[in-house]
């Protein structure tokens, strides 16, 4: 059965950092992309960040370059969004998703984790 869990969620205050998890179990992670997306209050889902499988080739909204940065541990079949200096707009539900191979149309979903920025 194919899992994608996100952990890492919580309260922070603005400026401060958060690192974001998502879990895979049920298919192989080496061959999948996997993106983070999120949903604000009022607000569409928008793509925030992905990395492909075969180069690990990075994507970023530009509305979080140079704040936040993926990373994969295909041995621990996990995916990281490390987040800094984080915002009050960056308030939002995280969903991790997973594509196969390449950051396109996402096949798989998580549940999502809740971040807020907020003093």
């Known amino acids: 059965q194919v899992q994608l869990v996100e952990s890492g969620g919580g309260l922070v205050q603005p400026g401060g950092s958060l690192r974001l998890s998502c879990a895979a179990s049920?298919?192989?992670?080496?061959?999948?992309?996997i993106g983070w997306f999120r949903q604000g209050p009022g607000k569409e889902r928008e793509g925030v960040s992905c990395i492909s499988s075969s180069y690990g080739s990075t994507y970023y909204a530009d509305s979080v370059k140079g704040r936040f940065t993926i990373s994969r541990d295909n041995a621990k079949n996990t995916v990281y969004l490390q987040m800094n200096s984080l915002k009050p707009e960056d308030t939002a539900v995280y969903y991790c998703?997973?594509?196969?191979?390449?950051?396109?149309?996402?096949?798989?979903w998580g549940k999502g984790t809740l971040v807020t920025v907020s003093s």
């Open positions: 998703a997973a594509a196969y191979k390449y950051c396109s149309e996402m096949d798989y």
């Open positions: 049920g298919f192989t992670l080496d061959d999948y992309a």
